[in-house]
Nanobody
């Protein structure tokens, strides 16, 4: 059984920082893409960031470039999302995702990912 568990969400003021973590179990994802998506109330699931391995070659949504940083620790089978300069529009449920495709063509698309966490709430007040 594959399980992804997010943590680190919370309620913060605009301009603050949060660090999300995702712990995976049941499978080692060192050679597979992992990413973060978010969903605001009434909105579609939105890509945030992803990385194929280690912390190299990350990709980001335009809305978070320069503010967020994704990293992963393959030894610990975790992936993290450092979020700085948070804005109210960053509010949403953040989901960790992992793929079973070692070299997926599009790691920015939610359909690439097979495994999902239950999400952690991030709320940014103005």
């Amino acid at each position: 059984q594959v399980l992804l568990v997010e943590s680190g969400g919370g309620l913060v003021q605009a301009g603050a920082s949060l660090r999300l973590s995702c712990a995976a179990s049941g499978r080692t994802f060192g050679g597979y893409p992992m990413g973060w998506f978010r969903q605001a109330p009434g909105q579609e699931r939105e890509f945030v960031a992803a990385v194929r391995w280690g912390s190299g070659n990350p990709v980001y949504a335009d809305s978070v470039k320069g503010r967020f940083a994704i990293s992963r620790d393959n030894a610990e089978n975790t992936v993290n999302l450092q979020m700085n300069s948070l804005k109210p529009e960053d509010t949403g449920v953040y989901y960790c995702a992992a793929s079973s495709q070692p070299w997926a063509a599009d790691i920015m698309h939610h359909r690439t990912y097979n495994y999902w966490g239950r999400g952690t709430q991030v709320t940014v007040s103005s």
